[in-house]
């Protein structure tokens, strides 16, 4: 059946009440209904602003695809987070010339550097709502039959979507499946490295502080959109001229306080707060203590095999700052369940309250109490082998094995129209996979990688159970199911390494053109190990498609219910975070983590002073405290603070991919850009604690401060139309 939303009526009763605490990253359309709670914050915009994405400031806010940005010039001026830009820093750097450590300062255009050849800005341009389209006819069908029908689908509207040239357009679900949305964003493929400032400043603190408040970290970096002479996407040429984008933010110079209302418009990632306490449970019990402890043993590889060889260590920096993060977020969030009361009982008790209330509601009650029980039973079935669904995929993917698979992927695919294609191997993803493969030189090393396959195959023997185990797998490594070791496992390594030319970059080009029958003909030994694990990835992808899609049929009926209850009780509707454009609002707050502990909600540069120690990560450039020493920048400093303010904290309802996003004031104008959570946040994205929860922000004065006293950008402060000294 086609389930039905929530009456227009009573979306506006329910966002009316939404929480005191600025809980919800809402979907621009529903803004107008907040209007009254917005203007009670202190928005001077009109609310109807915040909906429309052809008009300032939502067409200035930009993806990355993974962190958001916008526009602050007429000339595609791109201002984003330092750990955003940091792979495009990293992909320029070399032993000779860090700019990890220096920092870049692009003194012209002509100087500005190519980014990664997959680096993209993407502009949203229209979201339209597809769910009819998406879900009619689907009763009635199997799992593999439904995930094949919305996939074929999502394919045809986004092939439509695309047609014009210079798109990117998905199909996104919202609500578990409930609504289906789809969205059409310009893609400008031409992206350059304009500015960053050095490490000690734009990471500083380091790992030690991620997360962490107090912090003083520098944590932005400028971008450039690139188009062709005739306004139009086009891939990277000298040529290229810079992109005029519609309309760009405006950096505010009047200073904030607290109390202040806030708001930040991005492209958060993923929260969980409709999942069910299984698989609360399933996270907390195996999920995060499992990707913890592989992630130490990840970083620890890394850090022993690139040792001495700072080649090696700058082309996996970006990987170890990413994997660092990870690290730390889940610990976070394992550690913040484990000060709660019971989470999993938590969500329990919500779930036991939704099912009295659902058998008070007659026959469609009772069909929602059986959908729900269906999709435990399915959710149970999923978690019986997530062993085998997390390792052996593990063991095909990343560095040489997986380039590999994606070549022989790929020439298997070719071979089908278009529109049958995998997603990632689609003509609208030609461009991605050639960067892919021109890129990895800048990321790889086969000695580093060779110890990250051998961590990860040793995970699978290990854990993966006998009844689970994959053949192909089994048999390339010449091990029974039972074995938890593979004898010679170095040597067979040795000779998978030895024996590959994908380390090539021509090589790797030129088997993007290879049929199937080529690379199943081939001797590399990559190539090899591709043919005979492809089959079972396959297989164990026709399983989760089918999975997927019953899944698909269950969930949208659990958040229908959950909705429906949830506006019983006037309690605010949101959907979980996808990826997709939401806007979030609070004030600049502080918080008490602890008994007679109080944060308050600015750092300023004296607390730069009393952390540095001279020691990464705490080593500001000399220039730095030379500067702050000499009283540098008055007119950058806050009144009520008697010094420049380098970070702020604030209550608005963020989480990852919002990384980036610019943090604006009731007038629209940028006063900061958000780059992290608190740690005693980190679990909101499965339980919303309005007491703990906080963002923080890298304040725009501090960036003017440093971009106009220690980096000398003042070309990049006059283009954003700035005073300076």
């Known amino acids: 059946m086609h389930l039905r939303l929530l009456p227009a009526a009573l979306v506006v009763a329910v966002l009316s009440t939404a929480a005191s605490a600025d809980e919800g990253m809402w979907q621009p359309k529903q803004m107008p209904e907040l209007a009254a709670q917005l203007k009670a914050r202190g928005l001077q915009i009109a609310p109807e602003d915040l909906s429309n994405l052809a008009a300032k400031p939502l067409d200035a806010v930009i993806s990355l695809g993974g962190c958001t940005a916008s526009f602050v010039s007429p000339q595609g001026l791109v201002i984003t987070n330092h750990h955003c830009v940091y792979g495009a820093v990293a992909y320029n750097s070399t032993p000779e010339n860090d700019l990890l450590a220096n920092g870049f300062v692009a003194g012209s255009f002509a100087d500005e550097l190519p980014a990664d050849p997959n680096a993209r800005v993407y502009v949203t341009q229209a979201i339209t709502d597809v769910t009819d389209r998406i879900v009619e006819g689907l009763d009635g069908m199997d799992g593999k039959g439904r995930y094949d029908a919305i996939d074929a689908r999502s394919k045809a509207l986004v092939a439509q979507c695309e047609e014009p040239g210079g798109l990117r357009c998905n199909v996104y679900n919202f609500n578990g499946g409930l609504e289906f949305s789809l969205i059409r964003q310009l893609e400008i493929e031409d992206v350059r490295l304009v500015y960053a400032p050095p490490a000690s400043i734009g990471k500083y603190g380091g790992d030690e502080d991620n997360f962490e408040w107090p912090r003083h970290t520098g944590d932005w970096g400028f971008l450039r959109a690139y188009v062709g002479k005739d306004g139009k996407p086009a891939p990277y040429s000298k040529d290229n001229v810079p992109f005029e984008p519609e309309s760009w933010l405006t950096v505010s110079q009047e200073p904030l306080a607290a109390g202040d209302y806030v708001m930040v418009t991005g492209y958060p990632g993923r929260t969980n707060r409709y999942r069910l306490a299984s698989e609360v449970k399933d996270t907390i019990d195996y999920g995060y203590p499992e ?122 695919e070719q071979a089908k129209p278009d529109a049958e294609r995998e997603s990632g191997y689609q003509e609208r993803d030609a461009a991605r996979l050639e960067g892919r493969m021109k890129s990895m030189d800048k990321r790889y090393d086969a000695n580093v990688d060779k110890a990250l396959m051998k961590l990860r195959i040793e995970r699978y023997l290990a854990q993966v159970p006998a009844e689970h185990r994959v053949p192909e797998l089994d048999r390339w490594l010449g091990v029974g199911t039972g074995d938890k070791s593979a004898p010679g496992l170095d040597a067979k390594l040795d000779a998978l ?40 990835l396959l297989r164990l992808e026709d399983e989760g498609e089918a999975r997927s899609g019953r899944i698909s049929a269950l969930r949208p009926q659990f958040m229908q219910a959950m909705i429906d209850f949830n506006a019983s009780q006037g309690k605010p509707v949101y959907p979980d975070a996808n990826s997709s454009l939401r806007i979030t609002f609070g004030t600049v707050r502080g918080y008490s983590p602890r008994d007679a502990v109080q944060m308050e909600p600015f750092t300023t540069l004296a607390g730069i002073v009393e952390k540095d120690t001279g020691v990464e990560p705490f080593d500001a450039p000399k220039a730095e405290l030379e500067a702050i020493a000499a009283g540098k920048g008055a007119q950058y400093r806050m009144e009520s603070l008697g010094d420049v303010p380098v970070n702020f904290l604030s ?27 608190n740690y005693e946040s980190l679990s909101a994205d499965w339980i919303f604690n309005p007491d703990l929860t906080r963002s923080i922000h890298v304040d725009t004065r501090y960036m003017r401060w440093v971009m106009d006293e220690i980096d000398h950008a003042e070309r990049l402060l006059e283009e954003m139309g700035l005073p300076h000294d």
Do not use: C, H
């Open 291 to 412: 990707s913890v402890a592989y992630f130490k043993d990840y970083l620890s590889t890394i850090e022993r095999t690139t040792a001495g060889d700072k080649a090696a260590a700058l082309k996996y920096a970006s990987t170890v700052a990413g994997i660092n993060n990870a690290l730390k977020l889940y610990q976070g969030q394992l550690d913040g369940f484990a000060q709660m009361d019971d989470p999993v009982g938590m969500k329990r008790a919500r779930e036991d309250a939704l099912k009295a209330w659902l058998a008070q509601r007659g026959a469609e009650g009772k069909a929602q109490v059986e959908a729900l029980a269906d999709l435990e039973r399915e959710l149970a079935a999923d978690e019986a082998t997530r062993e085998r669904d997390r390792w052996f995929p593990s063991v095909a993917s990343g560095g040489l094995t997986g380039t590999a698979v994606s070549l022989y992927r790929n020439a298997i």
């Open 651 to 677: 209550d608005v309802d963020t989480t990852g991919g919002n990384s980036g996003s610019p943090t604006l004031n009731g007038k629209g104008e940028i006063v900061g850009l958000l780059f992290d959570g």
């Open 497 to 536: 390494y030895a024996g590959s030319r994908l380390g090539d970059e021509a090589v790797r080009l030129q088997l993007l053109e290879a049929d199937r029958a080529a690379i199943e003909a081939s001797d590399d030994s990559a190539l090899q190990f591709a043919v005979q694990v492809v089959p079972a």
